[in-house]
């Protein structure tokens, strides 16, 4: 009887040791874990290498610094205790003075057409495909017509290349209380806008007359910025 319980007794040794005795799920420390699904692991230490997460793998980030996060996603809401800033460059001619406002450094001006019709303007080629918004401003000059009477104009900036949507409008109104010469200046006026660019580099409007004596028109325009 006691040979057998020994023999018993060395065989249950055995078959323990192999399997990390008592209380244990796996005996030693595993150096590979290939295709296995843990069913919620806890880690103690650092996690080594370069896992790869699934892309449903909600993780929280402890660590403050993150320059390897190049991308949030959809934030519903952001709050900073200091200043926002942007390193992306902005096109040429042009110097970033806040994170999404580009502006440029040497004005130019582009000569305007006063139009009736729908009608695409440019600033020469400046502006780059990034560019949603562009600021312009716009030079306006009244002309007398040789008689006593308003001259003005509007200016329809357009959200598309048809002209169907007003986005905003630029309204002038001069008076030419005494009869001058057909074509004589009479006033001149500045106004800068923020106008959506339906293409590169590229916006829409539409004006109620063509300019001319007795007439407010568009002299030219300058882009003053960007927004990306």
């Known amino acids: 009887m006691k040979k057998l319980f020994a023999i018993l007794l060395l065989h249950s040794s ?18 590979t874990l290939s295709s296995q699904v843990l069913d919620s692991p806890s880690f103690i230490g650092t996690i080594a290498g370069t896992p790869a ?3 449903s793998q909600a993780i929280t980030l402890s660590t403050a610094a993150q320059p390897n996060v190049t991308s ?5 809401s952001i ?3 200091g200043t926002v800033s942007s390193v992306k460059a902005c096109a040429a001619g042009f110097s ?17 057409t006063n139009a009736t019709a729908c ?36 200016t329809f900036f357009s959200n598309d290349s048809g002209c169907s ?25 500045v106004s800068i806008w923020i106008v959506p660019l339906v293409a590169t580099d590229t916006f829409y ?7 001319g004596n007795g007439n407010f028109s568009v002299n030219d325009h300058a882009v003053l910025g960007y927004f990306d």
Do not use: H
């Open 14 to 31: 055995f078959a323990f040791a192999q399997i990390g005795g008592f209380g244990s799920g796996v005996g030693g420390v595993p150096s």
């Open 53 to 55: 997460w699934a892309s």
């Open 72 to 76: 949030l996603g959809t934030l519903t």
């Open 79 to 81: 709050a900073t205790s």
């Open 96 to 112: 970033r003075i806040s994170p999404n406002f580009c502006r440029k450094t040497v004005q130019a001006t582009n000569a305007w």
């Open 119 to 154: 009608t695409a303007r440019t600033s020469g080629g400046v502006l780059p495909a990034g560019a949603t918004m562009a600021m312009i401003r716009l030079t306006w000059i009244a002309r007398a017509n040789n008689a006593v009477g308003a001259r003005a104009n509007n």
């Open 165 to 189: 949507v007003t986005y905003a409008t630029d309204a002038q109104t001069a008076w030419e209380y005494v009869a001058t010469a057909a074509g004589t200046q009479t006033d001149v006026r």
């Open 205 to 211: 409007t539409t004006q109620s007359n063509a300019g």
